[in-house]
């Protein structure tokens, strides 16, 4: 599975930015897609996930600020940050969960800024 991400950016806080990722070949029936992030010194973490059923799952601190949706035939997952603070600045990666047996794949990653 090869992911490929965009979207990332330089962003006022209070702004917004919109992040893609597309998955291609080897393309699992039961999966999950999301984002994970990772800022400077710290440990990558979840950001948000759904599965290609439609459950989701989010961070507590993007919680009614991001939306993640995914379009499951084209696979590709969607990550929507309104209402961006400073401390969401980190390099965002696409993820890629094959359900079941539990393999991931990763995207390449984004920089994600956010200037107060």
């Known amino acids: 599975v090869q992911l490929q991400a965009s979207g990332g950016g330089l962003v006022q806080s209070g702004g917004s930015l919109r992040l893609s990722c597309a998955a291609s070949?080897?393309?699992?029936?039961?999966?999950?897609m999301g984002w994970f992030r990772q800022a400077p010194g710290k440990q990558r973490e979840l950001v948000a996930a759904?599965?290609?059923?439609?459950?989701?799952n989010y961070a507590d601190s993007v919680k009614g600020r991001f939306t993640i949706s995914r379009d499951n035939n084209k696979n590709t997952v969607y990550l929507q940050m309104d209402s961006l603070k400073p401390e969401d600045t980190a390099v965002y990666y696409c993820?890629?969960?094959?359900?079941?047996?539990?393999?991931?794949?990763w995207g390449q990653g984004t920089l994600v800024t956010v200037s107060s």
């Open positions: 993820n890629y969960h094959r359900m079941i047996v539990g393999s991931d794949y």
């Open positions: 070949g080897n393309i699992f029936s039961v999966n999950a």
């Open positions: 759904m599965t290609n059923g439609g459950s989701t």
